[in-house]
């Protein structure tokens, strides 16, 4: 059975009417409503079966739940190289957040030093959501022990008009008030992120239960206005 007609059998209609309201940069017809866990169990299938190589070289893809399962098929590659050659060869295809959002490979967590160059490399593509990707795998996994204050610099230098980089890049900002608060204050209080970013950045924030009320009063006392 080819993998569309796998795709079919798993679709749920009601789920791909969820979907199309939440994921609106997508044709609405190229979503089939295949669940997040059916994909992932399919993805893993495709893996051991060996048929994965063959599906991730088909680009690009028909349907949105084609670009979920490449990218949890990614998610899943044990071998660094291989899998840091595939997510560039990927992410041009990505036309979306929540492809873009959910695809994070497992084995960069052992290769995090390896990984950064690739990360300062996407911050600077044109490509929507590859400057999303890179500031998500910033945030995942550069928020905690490899924390260094000259990521919160590259994240505040990225500008752009689009509403899906602007959104990671507050999250980000939000996050790393509440991991790394001495560090990322200043970029607030010194309004040194784009005004719509740094009001997001201090809402999201002020939102987490991560963030103690002493933080969030100092930062909604910075809350830009436009």
């Not at 190229?30 to 893993?44: E, Q, W």
């Amino acid at each position: 059975m080819q993998i569309i007609e796998q795709l079919n059998a798993l679709r749920d209609p009601a789920y791909a009417e969820f979907q199309r309201k939440l994921i609106p940069t997508v044709a609405p017809e190229s979503i089939l409503g295949v669940r997040t866990p059916d994909l992932r169990k399919f993805a893993k299938e495709l893996i051991q079966t060996g048929e994965a190589e063959a599906f991730i070289n088909q680009l690009p893809h028909g349907f949105f739940d084609e670009n979920q399962l490449h990218a949890f098929i990614l998610s899943e590659d044990k071998d660094f190289e291989r899998c840091l050659s595939r997510v560039p060869a990927f992410l041009p295809h990505v036309d979306n957040w929540a492809t873009c959002d959910q695809m994070s490979p497992k084995v960069f967590k052992k290769h995090r030093a390896e990984l950064l160059p690739a990360i300062e490399n996407w911050l600077r593509a044109e490509h929507v959501y590859t400057v999303r990707f890179a500031v998500g795998m910033l945030m995942e996994h550069f928020l905690d022990g490899d924390f260094d204050p000259r990521y919160l610099e590259w994240v505040s230098a990225v500008r752009s008009g689009e509403y899906y980089v602007n959104m990671m890049a507050a999250w980000y900002f939000a996050t790393a008030l509440a991991k790394q608060y001495d560090a990322a204050f200043p970029y607030i209080r010194d309004r040194r992120l784009p005004v719509w970013t740094h009001n997001k950045a201090i809402q999201k924030a002020a939102e987490s239960f991560r963030v103690p009320p002493e933080h969030k009063a100092a930062l909604k006392a910075c809350k830009a206005r436009d």
